[in-house]
């Protein structure tokens, strides 16, 4: 199971560090990726990272804004997210894949399990 915390408001310019933390087994055998979906709208690819944290995967829409990082050791998966927007106001959702990674980190069905989602609101 992945549990995704660390949602709420902020203002524009602002941040916040989302969490996901991964239960059963250990999240070192999980390639991790981060999604949002704003109402309305379709689930979008965000960030994603693979097994060791050596490698990284990110939206051009993010780039230079977020960051996502892993701590293997405490089975959590991070999202740094600065300089927030208005549009990156969406419910953000984490999510696994169990298998090895071959490609297509920013498509959806490559990944096994997903987080419930938490709120992120980015006021002007």
């Known amino acids: 199971q992945l549990q995704a915390s660390g949602g709420g408001l902020v203002q524009a310019g602002g941040s916040l560090r989302l969490s996901c933390a991964a239960s059963?087994?250990?999240?070192?055998?999980?390639?991790m990726g981060w999604f949002r979906q704003a109402p309305g709208k379709e689930r979008e690819f965000v960030t994603a990272?693979?097994?060791?944290?050596?490698?990284?995967y990110i939206a051009d829409s993010v780039k230079g804004r977020f960051a996502i990082s892993r701590d293997n050791a405490k089975n959590t998966v991070y999202l740094q997210m600065n300089s927030l927007k208005p549009e990156d106001t969406a419910v953000y959702y984490c999510?696994?894949?169990?298998?090895?990674?071959?490609?297509?980190?920013?498509?959806?069905?490559?990944?096994?399990?997903w987080g419930q989602g938490t709120q992120v609101t980015v006021s002007s």
């Open positions: 999510a696994a894949r169990s298998g090895v990674y071959y490609s297509g980190a920013n498509n959806s069905r490559i990944y096994d399990y």
């Open positions: 059963g087994r250990t999240s070192s055998t999980y390639f």
């Open positions: 990272i693979n097994r060791s944290g050596g490698a990284t």
